[in-house]
Nanobody
Framework: QVQLVESGGGLVQAGGSLRLSCAAS????????MGWWRQAPGKEREFVAA????????YYADSVKGRFTISRDNAKNTVYLQMNSLKPEDTAVYYC?????????WGQGTQVTVSS
């Protein structure tokens, strides 16, 4: 079993930056492919970015490509999401999970609010 704890969200103006962190517990957490998802009010949860367990490959939703960067530090069992040039439409609760996600791994998420 893996526990995932997201942090780093907050309120930022459009054009600003935030870095989210996802701390994973469990001996084998560093061997998982991981990803970030987000859910805006009244919308379905959507894929944002993913990274293989080695960190060698990354994948992004078209809406964030060129602005967001996913990375990981396996020694710290932590996955990051660097978000630059934030837009109001990036406002959502952001979640990390194994990729493909597991329903029993969703955490509380971290709120990101981008003001215009």
């Amino acid at each position: 079993q893996v526990q995932l704890v997201e942090s780093g969200g907050g309120l930022v103006q459009a054009g600003g930056s935030l870095r989210l962190s996802c701390a994973a517990s469990g001996r084998t957490a560093s061997t998982y492919h991981m990803g970030w998802w987000r859910q805006a009010p009244g919308k379905e949860r959507e894929f944002v970015a993913a990274i293989t367990w080695t960190g060698g490959s990354t994948y992004y939703a078209d809406s964030v490509k060129g602005r967001f960067t996913i990375s990981r530090d396996n020694a710290k069992n932590t996955v990051y999401l660097q978000m630059n040039s934030l837009k109001p439409e990036d406002t959502a609760v952001y979640y990390c999970n194994q990729n493909p996600y597991r329903d029993d791994y969703w955490g509380q998420g971290t709120q990101v609010t981008v003001s215009s």
